[in-house]
């Protein structure tokens, strides 16, 4: 069984910093790809960063310049969020691509950035 789980969010005024962390556990095959998803409510879920198993890592055009996702060893994706703001507020996932086809969510963390 592979469990997903995601810490770090919380409550932060317009320009503070979140430090987002998402640990991999459990029998997994191998790692395609991982990825930081937000759902903002009352919207549909998006990607916000995603790390290729090459090493790419592509960003969000609403993130760029603020957002760092980055692989601490090879189960932890570490989210740095800088520069918030209130558009940021939302539920943020972590998603484990197992294979093309197959991947895992976790329970997602709770960010609020209030103005």
């Known amino acids: 069984q592979v469990h997903v789980v995601e810490s770090g969010g919380g409550t932060v005024q317009v320009g503070g910093s979140l430090r987002l962390s998402c640990s991999v556990s459990?029998?997994?095959?191998?790692?395609?790809?991982m990825a930081w998803y937000r759902q903002a409510p009352g919207k549909q879920r998006e990607l916000v960063a995603r790390?290729?198993?090459?090493?790419?890592i592509d960003y969000a055009d609403s993130v760029k310049g603020r957002f760092t996702a980055s692989l601490n060893n090879a189960r932890i994706l570490v989210l740095q969020m800088t520069g918030l703001k209130p558009e940021d507020t939302g539920v943020y996932y972590c998603?484990?691509?197992?294979?093309?086809?197959?991947?895992?969510w976790g329970q997602g963390t709770q960010v609020t950035v209030s103005s």
């Open positions: 998603r484990v691509d197992e294979t093309a086809t197959n991947g895992f």
């Open positions: 459990g029998m997994i095959f191998s790692i395609n790809g």
């Open positions: 790390l290729a198993n090459t090493g790419t």
